[in-house]
């Protein structure tokens, strides 16, 4: 199974033709139509009427549509909260600041960072002198 025969058969059941879904998914009919069949023996059973247009779904298309349309969904997102949760750990900032700034900007300003959940401050405070060698 894969996860491009699933969009394959949702670009066909939405555009009821295999020439305009294959136009769509940006393949030539012949490939999107073999990638079908594949699909279909996957599942086991003829998910299109083809001698139809538009093409129409049999009962057990209409079940395998559900489960598509679903399986799909969650599977983007899953993909979207992994990405977030890798973005929630790898937030950091560093700053290097003169203690001038530190004392007298920072705090204020460090307290509306501290309320976002996952990011991580560090403060390098430096004398001038240090700071221009850096």
Not at 49 to 58: A, D, G, Q, S
Request: charged share 25%.
């Amino acid at each position: 199974m894969e996860f491009i025969w699933l969009e394959d058969f949702l670009a066909l059941v939405d555009s009821g033709s295999f020439s305009r879904a294959a136009e769509l998914r940006h393949v030539t009919q012949p490939a999107f139509s073999r990638r079908i069949r594949v699909l279909e023996r996957w599942v086991g059973v003829n998910l299109f009427e083809r001698n139809r247009h538009p093409v129409t779904l049999p009962e057990a298309g209409h079940r395998f549509h559900l489960v598509a349309e679903e399986l799909l969904r969650r599977l983007l997102e899953g993909r979207e909260e992994a990405c977030q949760a890798d973005q929630n750990t790898a937030a950091k900032l560093k700053f290097a600041v003169t203690h001038a700034l530190l004392l007298n900007f920072f705090p204020a300003w460090l307290h509306a960072w501290r309320l976002r959940p996952g990011l991580e401050l560090f403060i390098y405070s430096l004398t001038i002198y240090r700071f221009a060698k850096r």
